[in-house]
């Protein structure tokens, strides 16, 4: 029920280059791929479109997603840096690569899916928790990092977004049934 | 069987210039970024004579994206200028060479997905026992 990688230290792996790198995809993740690839938008459609891009083979996606992805282990990683460890990669990683950087993305954030599909399952209490307790940030940062921007909420879960804001944010947020993309985009079901 | 980028490029120097042409990560993001379709570009480099037949910017492009390994800091407009002053034979040479040694990695990535695609027979078998 709890997107369990998104919550706790435990990274998803990848393999290329003779290797296997822990990738962890957080709120933190997201925003470092949100400040590259999208710096003004307000939806989430870059991030669908970016994981569209990786299932496609484009490698600047790939490598985009593997630098967020290491960040959190690896704070000062640049994209050129992971740009030269994918230079490294056989054609053979090269080829494999998309799939698993796609499942470690799904194992985070849940599924991008059209109007009317289903997205995994995500818990703000948890969430929220672990945001303030383990990685010692504030429930406001939460709020926002979560949002984005006001702007973006102002279309179906502005109401939610308001009650959460005014206290009790774990207690009034919806238990359980949004993934981190429903939430992020604002497409509630 | 697939062979890694890294391997397949040798460096060689041309008109006073010591070229070392790698098709990687680096080479193949650029031109991904420039041209679209890896495959489409490496078609069209083959349809016109191995390069030969494109603008002097497209060559550039090409042999710019594929040195970008070794030399980071290279600039797109110095190959521009270094391939317009230098001797036709060099440049015919720089650009078959570039030509070849992507398209070669194009072909490679295609057979690597023709691999995943269809894993050894083998592992289907072990599959099968269990059941």
């Known amino acids: 029920m709890i997107q369990s990688h998104l919550l706790t230290t435990e990274p998803s792996t990848v393999q290329f280059a003779g290797s296997t790198w822990p990738l962890i995809f957080d709120f933190w993740a997201i925003r470092k791929l949100g400040q590259r690839y999208a710096p003004e938008d307000t939806s989430l459609d870059w991030l669908r479109e970016l994981m569209a891009k990786v299932a496609a083979g484009d490698i600047d996606a790939m490598c985009g997603c593997l630098w967020a992805g290491m960040l959190r282990e690896n704070p000062t990683l640049t994209f050129d840096d992971v740009l030269a460890l994918l230079d490294e990669a056989s054609f053979a990683d090269l080829v494999a690569l998309p799939e698993q950087i796609l499942a470690a993305m799904q194992d985070a954030y849940g599924i991008p899916r059209e109007a009317g599909g289903t997205g995994g399952p995500w818990d703000w209490e948890v969430a929220l928790a672990t945001w303030v307790k383990e990685w010692g940030r504030s429930e406001a940062e939460f709020w926002r990092a979560t949002f984005r921007t006001f702007t973006s909420i102002s279309n179906g879960l502005a109401k939610l977004y308001e009650k959460a804001s005014q206290g009790g944010a774990s207690t009034r947020a919806p238990a359980e049934g949004y993934s981190l993309f429903d939430l992020l985009s604002l497409r509630g079901r | ?131």
């Not at chain 2, 010591?18 to 080479?27: G, M, N, Q, R, S």
């Not at chain 2, 994206?65 to 797109?76: D, H, I, S, T």
């Not at chain 2, 040479?93 to 057979?111: K, N, P």
């Open chain 2, 1 to 131: 069987m697939t062979t890694t980028p890294a391997k397949t490029a040798t460096s060689c120097e041309l008109g006073g210039h010591v070229w070392d042409l790698k098709y990687t990560a680096t080479a193949l993001r650029h031109l991904q970024m420039i041209f679209g379709s890896l495959e489409q570009f490496a078609t069209q480099l083959l349809k016109e004579n191995m390069g030969q037949g494109l603008s002097l910017k497209t060559q550039a492009i090409l042999i710019w994206a594929g040195q970008k390994a070794v030399e980071p800091k290279l600039r797109l407009r110095w190959v521009e200028r270094f391939l317009r002053t230098a001797d036709p034979r060099v440049r015919m040479l720089l650009v078959t060479w570039a030509t070849a040694d992507f398209a070669r990695a194009v072909f490679e990535l295609a057979a690597a997905r023709i691999d995943a695609a269809n894993p050894p027979v083998g592992q289907d078998d072990e599959d099968g026992e269990g059941l």
